[in-house]
């Protein structure tokens, strides 16, 4: 009789401990973001209009002012910034070109401009000529060492990124904080990284720096989700639109946590094609995709896929999308060729481990094993932490019958399902 009585009891804890952790997993309310999907006006596209309509008159009656060039191009880079309409940017990079031609490539401040431009196309090589440029010049050197840090660390050039990042050192600089804390996350010490990032917004909350406050906000939610603090994460997207109401990469982190954390995928698609209603960028088509994919839906999981490659053929995204493209490609046995060929020139761009991954796991996939593990072993062990690099790095080891290597990337794995998506929860128990 006393086992007939404990069993019920056992029972009952179990539910009970159940009960509590699948309520546990819901995260975000409606209510709470509910407000910032469908806003009509949205006051930084409007403003920045207004800014091109009047700096273009002032360009139009003194043509022989290189200034307003540059006031132009800054308000074209908030209109891609806030519609995520590439022609934008291209516009904006139109200018630059214009003003810094009219400059003879003399004022520094123009030439950063340009070379951020071409940051944001992936057009880094050019943006590190154009920062050696500006350091050649002098003036502003310390925010010209600031550009190179970000150059140097898109390139892989990390000794050099060091140097740029200890030359800018100062602990009360919120500029310096925010690379310290990118430099630990590349290190893979995501906790340092969290610590310094929080550092960088105590001092934008002490001066009260709007767009400071909103790039903490937004960077600390991509860190703490990274952590596991899906919580935290969920509360600085909120305080991120709070300040800006217009900012989707906030609603997007969101998405992501409806989706991965909480698998309610009509919910994320909701808000999915809210964002896309103004912001309409190829990623959201494939986050669709994912989200399908989840759902066992694969005519509408190749649906978004097609619309994805049709706005990319639409549109001229230069080297933009090819992280993208590679993995999609390398998915498919008929076209993992072209990932080869598509990751070949992404290591050749930018010689990074993330880049290498997509060599060896495009090699993986048309075949050759021992040459995947080859370029792993010499560019991915040890350098990048990525949970998506690290089961990249795992399937290869499985490829080349490396059993006892896989177990510990595994149990890492099963830590990041978060990270990597739903999708990935099957993948990572088959390693």
Request: aromatic share 12%.
């Amino acid at each position: 009789m006393k086992t007939l009585k404990i069993i019920p009891f056992l029972v009952f804890t179990i539910l009970f401990i159940f009960g509590c952790e699948k309520k546990s997993e819901q995260i975000t309310t409606t209510e709470d973001y509910n407000k910032y999907l469908n806003i009509k006006d949205n006051k930084s596209v409007t403003f920045a209009n207004n800014e091109i309509d009047f700096w273009q008159k002032k360009y139009d009656a003194a043509p022989n002012q290189p200034s307003y060039l540059g006031q132009l191009a800054s308000n074209y880079g908030v209109l891609f910034e806030y519609t995520g309409n590439i022609k934008n940017l291209y516009k904006s990079e139109e200018l630059l070109l214009q003003a810094n031609e009219e400059y003879n490539y003399s004022r520094v401040s123009t030439i950063r401009s340009l070379a951020r431009n071409y940051i944001s196309q992936h057009r880094f090589k050019e943006a590190l000529v154009l920062a050696n440029k500006a350091l050649a010049i002098g003036e502003g050197r310390k925010e010209t060492e600031k550009l190179l840090f970000d150059v140097q660390m898109e390139l892989g050039n990390y000794p050099e990124a060091v140097k740029n990042l200890n030359s800018i050192k100062d602990h009360q600089d919120f500029d310096y904080l925010i690379r310290l804390a990118k430099w630990n996350d590349h290190r893979g010490d995501l906790e340092t990284a969290i610590t310094f990032m929080e550092k960088a917004k105590d001092i934008a909350e002490k001066y009260d720096n709007k767009s400071l406050k909103i790039w903490s906000y937004s960077n600390l939610g991509d860190f703490y989700g990274h952590a596991g603090r899906i919580e935290d994460s969920y509360n600085s997207y909120l305080k991120t639109l709070e300040l800006d109401p217009n900012f989707t990469y906030a609603l997007k982190g969101i998405a992501w946590i409806v989706f991965s954390k909480e698998r309610n995928t009509k919910e994320a698609n909701r808000i999915i094609d809210a964002i896309a209603a103004n912001h309409n960028t190829p990623d959201f088509y494939l986050l669709k995709s994912q989200i399908a994919q989840f759902e066992g839906n694969k005519q509408e999981e190749l649906k978004n896929r097609n619309a994805y490659f049709s706005m990319m053929e639409q549109n001229n995204y230069g080297a933009m999308y090819n992280k993208y493209n590679t993995l999609i490609y390398a998915d498919d046995k008929n076209t993992a060729q072209k990932a080869l060929d598509i990751a070949k020139i992404e290591v050749d761009h930018r010689p990074t481990a993330d880049s290498y991954d997509l060599l060896a796991w495009s090699y993986l996939n048309v075949g050759e094993p021992k040459k995947a593990l080859e370029i792993a072993q010499r560019h991915l062990v040890g350098k990048s932490f990525e949970p998506k690099v690290q089961y990249h790095l795992a399937m290869i080891y499985k490829s080349n019958n490396l059993a006892a290597k896989i177990a510990p990337i595994k149990q890492e794995l099963s830590g990041s399902l978060y990270e990597l998506g739903p999708n990935f929860e099957n993948k990572v128990n088959q390693l």
